[in-house]
């Protein structure tokens, strides 16, 4: 595939996106112009560019659509609920169809057939329609496309000798409008000694209302063009004169000066757009969002230039570390104050660096807009889904690995949680259900909630399945906050019937998992009829953690912080003479791992050595290391292709003084170990 | 510049392993380095030396010898580290290899390299390429992306 294929795929996408955005503000105002106008202008741009980079079908594919979007745009066909139907599936059938082959397969080209009948339907029925739609569309149309013109007609002194009678044309002019305002000019009007009774000294200024274009209206004074100065300028989209204030302001301004200003006009229009606006407001705040993003000025960077600016940004944050370090060893004066400075800036670069590869949270919104529109139809329930925080920035990759569990939460919301509206009704509840997503900043975290008003976890249910599946035992005794947690337990899934959208054999343990691996913490909460929510909480950035530094043998070693519970000194003995590995800490019993055997380290222990406690699932777990050293920021760096399959190393840093430490996966390395043994 | 062009294109970069020489085309090298500390990473088969710091990124360094059955001896002050570029499951990855000493750049003819011997030979000749007959000594050429990829998969075999 060529780069320009590439890169309309890139832009198609974007494309595509936009177009689903607009469709779902769509189907909140089947009647917006602006938000048709869109829907045409993006199939007409893949239009265009599917057939210029080859990609036929998409060309192909989107030629009806367009035409059915140009039909709605001039008012010849309504937005109906079949229509909007069509165009969702369209849109998903759209994504398949950039894959060049996708035809190939048999199942998207049945489908691709079928949309298309059905695109071919509508612009059948369209006839039929018309009629009706006419009828309703008359008083909206002209309503809707009247615009204001200003004209400018200063004709030559001379116009008059060839028999032209310029108020015949101001009154051709006008009869075009359904409104005007005429305002002669007489200023070039000489004294009467001077004045010459066959020469035109009038200029004249129109202001007119009409539906009619700026050309036809260039034609009135076809004739004279090349006799006189004439200026035909659109000044707004809709009626002014409607506007009582304009036409006071207009004539005031006409006796203060001779000559409209075009600055103060369109001044004056803006003004009165900006009053009908905010009463419209309301009705447009979709469409607003929707605009918001095309102003902000922004360019595409490859996620591969910003992965090697944010490696140089590393290196430079390690490269001053070791500047610093030699500083303070060295006690060099001169260089403090410059090292201090480079620290600063360095801090700042680095921060900037990150903010760069963050992308907010908005851009996964719309997946889960049509989810719940889709899943809504599809099983009959009235849902309102309500975000908050959408602009909330997160690491690019974290969005990669997030949008997955999220659709799985709001799956379960939509299946399990929200109630159909009569058991709603009879609960007291309103009709309509809600999921409220909430995206926020949280000291060094990035929390995602999931909250819906739906009819709650049944915790006596929980812990029967969780009994009958000998997950826990018959008399087990369990909090509230631990039967909730049974939920994540591998193979546990409360759900009576199979349905296709959440039972797919897969349940909350992989949401977990999924959330574990990109190293954040999931929590549920649940009130039996008043709803769940659910509390993701994540890092800000995957390439930096807070990590504790610790030695054993002549290597350094990182263990996520987070993880790190507690430490204790013991000496040697102690874990020589343990029995099966496990120490009393505190009252408590810790099964420990000595990792300096574990890893097949040389060398003679110390006499005194560091337990550190670190969480486990539920528990705690003791590691042994020779030394503690500290709380150390990693950025952390893959180990490369030699080692992707050692699994207990999840990458390394570069310490200050050049050497590496090596990222400890924790989780990993008890997994592999209490499996061993 | 047609003319340097192909004149890179033959030449080869030639290091000692035990008591022979070896090649490897100089396309495939982008940095020697002179032996430096280098950070075991726990649990990993023998030859693989561990990771070293490479102006900031971290670079997993291998002991071909150990691939050829040569005594181990220990490491000099001759001992050195290549940088090479090599394919690893279809993706360009740069690794470190450890070498006796490193020697001359040669430019060699295409046609003065002889295809590998099936018998006869000491080594495995799986790794070997060609050889190169040179102020009459023997350099045999090795393929880097070959010897890289089946350590791995022998590390994973031994991991197991």
Known sequence: ?677 | MANEEIQITNSYLTFQLHNERFAVHVSKVLNILELVPITKVPKSPEYLKGVINLRGSVLGVMDIKMKFDFPIIDYTKETSILVLQVVIDDDITDVGAIVDSVHDVIEVDEKQILPPLSVGIKFKSDFVTGIIKHNKQFIMVLDMDKLFNTEIKAAIEELA
């Open chain 1, 1 to 677: 595939m060529d780069s320009f294929q590439k890169k309309f795929i890139e832009e198609a996408t974007d494309l595509i996106n936009n177009l689903e955005l607009a469709v779902l503000a769509l189907e909140q105002d089947v009647k917006n112009q602006e938000l048709i106008a869109e829907v045409f202008r993006i199939m007409h741009s893949l239009k265009g560019g599917g057939g210029m980079f080859g990609f036929e079908d998409i060309s192909h594919f989107t030629h009806n659509l367009e035409t059915i979007y140009d039909e709605v745009r001039n008012g010849n066909l309504p937005v109906t609920e079949d229509l909007l139907s069509v165009t969702f599936s369209s849109v998903d059938h759209l994504r398949n169809l950039l894959n060049q082959d996708a035809l190939n397969n048999e199942h998207i080209k049945k489908n691709h057939e079928i949309l298309l009948e059905r695109v071919k339907a509508i612009l059948q029925k369209k006839d039929t329609l018309q009629v009706v739609a006419d009828e309703e569309q008359v008083e909206e149309d002209s309503k809707s496309k009247l615009q204001t013109i200003y004209i400018y007609f200063a004709p030559n002194e001379s116009i008059m000798d060839n028999g032209t009678n310029p108020l015949y044309l101001i009154d051709e002019l006008c009869s075009l409008g359904t409104n005007s305002l005429v305002f002669p000019r007489t200023n070039k009007i000489p004294m009467l000694s001077r004045f010459n009774s066959s020469k035109c000294y009038t200029a004249w200024e129109v202001f007119m209302v009409s539906d009619v274009n700026l050309n036809e209206i260039q034609d009135v004074f076809i004739f004279v063009e090349d006799e006189s100065e004439i200026e035909v300028k659109k000044i707004a989209d809709f009626d002014v004169l409607a506007n009582e204030n304009f036409i006071e302001k207009i004539q005031n301004l006409y006796q203060k000066k001779n000559h409209f200003d075009p600055a103060v006009i369109k001044s004056l229009v803006k003004d009165i757009a900006n009053q009908k606006k905010s009463v419209v407001a309301n009705v447009n705040e979709k469409l607003k969002v929707f605009t918001k993003e095309n102003i902000i000025s922004s360019i595409r960077v490859s996620s591969d230039k910003i992965d090697q600016l944010m490696n140089l940004v590393s290196e430079l944050v390690t490269t001053q570390a070791s500047l610093s370090l030699y500083v303070e060893e060295n006690q060099v004066y001169e260089l403090n104050l410059l090292a201090e400075n480079i620290e600063n800036i360095t801090r700042q670069l680095r921060d900037t660096a990150f903010s760069i590869s963050l992308i907010p949270i908005e851009t996964m919104l719309t997946r889960f807009h049509r989810l719940i529109r889709d899943l809504s139809t599809e099983f009959n329930k009235n849902i309102e889904f309500i975000t908050e925080g959408a602009e909330t920035e997160l690491d690019k990759t974290l969005i990669q690995g997030l949008t997955d569990p999220l659709m799985h939460i709001i799956r379960n919301s939509v299946d399990h949680g929200i109630e159909p509206e009569d058991e709603r009704i009879k609960k007291g509840k309103t009709p309509q259900g809600m999921i409220y997503f909430k995206a926020f900043y949280s000291g060094a975290n990035v929390v995602i909630k999931i909250q819906d008003d739906g009819r709650g976890i049944d915790l006596e249910k929980v812990k029967q399945k969780a009994i009958d599946k000998e997950i826990i035992a018959s008399d087990a005794k369990l909090s509230e906050r631990e039967i909730l947690d049974l939920i994540f337990i591998p193979g546990f899934s409360t759900a009576k019937n199979v349905t296709d959208v959440s039972g797919r054999g897969v349940g909350m343990d992989v949401v977990k998992r999924k959330i574990d691996e990109i190293r954040g913490s999931v929590e549920l909460e649940s009130k039996e009829n008043i709803g769940t929510t659910i509390t993701i909480k994540l890092p800000l950035t995957l390439s930096i953690i807070d990590g504790l530094l610790v030695v054993i043998g002549d290597t350094k070693y990182v263990m996520p912080l987070n993880l790190v519970n507690k430490i204790y000194a013991y000496e040697h003995e102690t874990f020589k003479n343990a029995f099966n590995n496990i120490v009393i800490v505190d009252g408590e019993q810790i099964p420990f791992y000595y990792l300096r055997d574990e890893f097949e380290i040389p060398g003679t222990p110390l006499e005194v050595e560091q337990l550190v406690l670190v969480k486990y699932e539920d528990k705690k777990i003791g590691l042994v290391v020779d030394n503690v050293v500290g709380e150390y920021q990693a950025v952390l760096k893959p180990l490369g292709k030699l080692y992707k399959n050692h699994e207990i190393i999840s990458g390394a840093t570069i310490l200050g003084d050049g050497t590496i430490a090596l990222v400890l996966d924790t989780n990993k390395i008890i997994n592999e170990f209490s499996f061993k043994n």
